[in-house]
């Protein structure tokens, strides 16, 4: 078998906690931002709590100018067991390094990919570790912003060696907003989904596996706008809750107004649930992705409208009725939230740990002091968590290295708690 009863819990890019104990303070009488100064403070990563993960059999990374070859670090994972994966992007190649905490990681092993993989600053190649199983998926474009693939490569061996390349979208081509995200569940469960373009209207389609990634289903239609199209350049974000939960956040164009919503991808019947108090009416993109996360009671999302970030909690299950109905709280100013919203407390009313940012500047807002911390520049960033209340969590991101490069950091901010 491919998984055993002690691989049952999955990881990759997920919504983040923080804590060194089992229940991380939440002043629960107040808002999120209440005290909240008025300028950040500059903070290193390395001054965060936790220890730093060694680097050395990273691939050395490609400056901003091409005047440094070299990789891009595109996301991370990490399981309950603490076995580690990063993904790289070099060229037409995908770069996997795996290992584990204890262990460190392996020199990196190079997939050839038929096409450039897809990346940005927030967005590109996903991972997912399940145990022993590494699965990778990206958008390949023969050329960019034309076409598109989507693209899975699964490996049994934790990482060690990759199988031949599986195509995920039906319609060949259609991934041409170059846009996927990965979600990871409990027993070996994967969902993607992404951008799905045919005769000019954007769409969001997506596909499942239930084996870690070996075998994946047919993609199938997720949600079509009733005005044509979705908002096109901001990236769903799906999240598994307990049993077979499924949800998704995503952004809807809806006559000019590009609102965040939410919808239960295991309701047949279910519509979307619009979020926030008031609407967002954009000309353009805003070309930002949300933070889901999926607890007893219902999804909690963070998301973006005009420059301030928003908590959206349930206030009604969904089973009480057809459409459940959530709540909205000012989080703080910033720009493209990242995967942040992780609740260990059941009664927190605001996310234990948020990291958002402003242009290239990384962000931190932690429990108790919920002060805002500067952490400088960082290009791509990446929070690896498992869906286990008190499993690993890890942060990666390049950082400005002073001398007009990158370099890779890896905090561990918490280890397994047992």
Not at 264 to 287: I, K, Q, T
Not at 320 to 340: K, N, Y
Request: aromatic share 6%; proline share 7%; hydrophobic share 45%.
């Amino acid at each position: 078998m491919l998984l055993t009863l002690s691989l049952a819990v999955c990881a990759l890019l997920v919504p983040a906690t923080w804590a060194q104990d089992a229940h991380p303070p939440a002043p629960a009488d107040q808002p999120a931002n209440a005290d909240a100064p008025a300028a950040a403070t500059h903070i290193p990563i390395a001054a965060l709590p936790g220890r730093a993960l060694s680097t050395a059999n990273t691939p050395a990374l490609a400056d901003d100018h091409g005047t440094r070859a070299g990789a891009r670090f595109a996301g991370a994972a990490i399981d309950a067991e603490a076995r580690v994966a990063l993904v790289f992007t070099e060229g037409k190649s995908l770069l996997v390094s795996s290992g584990s905490v204890s262990a460190g990681l392996r020199e990196p092993v190079r997939i050839e990919a038929a096409h450039k993989p897809a990346s940005g600053s927030f967005w590109g190649p996903q991972i997912a570790r399940c145990g022993s199983a590494v699965t990778v998926v990206a958008v390949l474009a023969e050329k960019l912003g034309r076409d598109g693939d989507v693209v899975a490569w699964h490996s049994a061996d934790g990482g060690r060696s990759f199988g031949e390349p599986a195509r995920l979208n039906t319609l060949e081509g259609a991934a041409q907003e170059l846009l996927v995200q990965l979600a990871a569940g409990d027993d070996g469960r994967l969902a993607a989904a992404w951008m799905h373009t045919e005769n000019g209207v954007v769409s969001l389609h997506g596909a499942e596996s239930r084996d870690a990634g070996a075998t994946w289903s047919v993609d199938r239609l997720l949600h079509a706008s009733a005005h044509e199209s979705v908002c096109p350049c901001c990236p769903p974000v799906l999240a598994f809750g307990a049993g077979d939960a499924l949800w998704m956040l995503f952004r809807d164009d809806l006559d000019g107004y590009r609102d965040s919503h939410l919808l239960d991808l295991r309701d047949p019947e279910a519509s979307p649930v619009r979020l926030g108090r008031e609407r967002w009416e954009l000309g353009g993109c805003p070309m930002s992705v949300g933070a889901l996360h999926v607890r007893d009671d219902g999804p909690h999302a963070v998301y973006r409208r005009g420059d301030t970030l928003f908590l959206a909690q349930p206030t009604t299950q969904p089973a009480a009725a057809r459409l459940p109905t959530f709540s909205e709280q000012e989080l703080v100013d910033g720009r493209w939230p990242l995967r942040a919203l992780r609740a260990d407390a059941p009664n927190t009313v605001f996310p234990p740990a948020l990291f958002w940012r402003v242009g290239q500047k990384l962000h931190a807002r932690l429990p108790g002091d919920w002060i805002d911390r500067d952490l400088g520049p960082a290009r791509r960033v990446a929070l690896a968590d498992t869906r286990a209340p008190r499993g690993p969590l890890l942060l990666a991101a390049e950082l400005d290295d002073g001398t007009g490069g990158w370099q890779l950091s890896l905090r561990l901010l918490r280890d397994r708690v047992r």
